[in-house]
Every structure is written in C-alpha cells, then in structure tokens.
C-alpha cells in the first residue's frame, strides 16, 4: 500500500532553518506533483508549496514565497521543503500529499480534494 512519510520537523528559534523530508512509497513517484501543507491549531489547513513531477515547476503561497524552497529527488523518491528565516507564524503541523493532477498551479493548494495521498505530518515550532 501506498505510505508517505515527513520527518525533519522540530523547534526552531525565529530567524532559523528546518529542512522537512518526504518520502512516499508503493506508489510510481515520478507519476505524481507533491505537495506541503501546513495546519496550525484553530485554524485550516494551508496550502504552502507544489512541485510537478519533473520537478520543474514550482508554486508557492505568498506567506512562504522567498523563503522556502520545495525540492524533490525522484530517484529517492523523496520531496523535500527548506525553510529560512522561520517565523513564529510558521509554527504548525506539516503534512506532505501526492496528486495524480495532470496539470497543477498555485491553484491546486487550495483543492485538497485533487490529493490522493497524504503523509501523518511533522510538528514545526518556531520560538520567538
């Protein structure tokens, strides 16, 4: 069955870097754009970043643009997302997901019902 798991998450003081990793497995990787949300307590999940499956587009919501960085490794099967400069308001759980969409956009962070697989989440928290 198909598993996608985040790792990398922790406490991070305002100003620091996380890196998060995503791998996903029993699922053909290069096949699939894949995603990072986030979603902090009392409030919706968001839509952070999206990359496509060549890995040669990239999408990103306006609170993270020139911040994070989304990457993937489609040999390791592996998405990755960098976080600089952190913010207290960048503290939540992050979640990785796959879509099989043919055609993604910034607009596809803001349809979770496209995403055909999700991963249980990273805690990020970022101390002022």
């Known amino acids: 069955q198909v598993q996608v798991v985040e790792s990398g998450g922790g406490l991070v003081q305002a100003g620091g870097s996380l890196r998060l990793s995503c791998t996903a497995s029993g699922l053909t990787f290069d096949d699939y754009a894949m995603a990072w949300f986030r979603q902090a307590p009392g409030k919706e999940r968001e839509g952070v970043s999206i990359?496509?499956?060549?890995?040669?587009?990239?999408y990103y919501a306006d609170s993270v643009k020139g911040r994070f960085t989304i990457s993937r490794d489609n040999a390791k099967n592996t998405v990755f997302l960098q976080m600089n400069s952190l913010k207290p308001e960048d503290t939540a759980m992050y979640f990785c997901?796959?879509?099989?969409?043919?055609?993604?956009?910034?607009?596809?962070?803001?349809?979770?019902?496209?995403?055909?697989?999700w991963g249980q989440g990273t805690q990020v928290t970022v101390s002022s």
């Open positions: 997901a796959a879509t099989a969409h043919p055609a993604i956009g910034i607009s596809t962070l803001q349809a979770v019902q496209l995403f055909n697989y």
């Open positions: 990359i496509s499956w060549s890995g040669g587009s990239t």
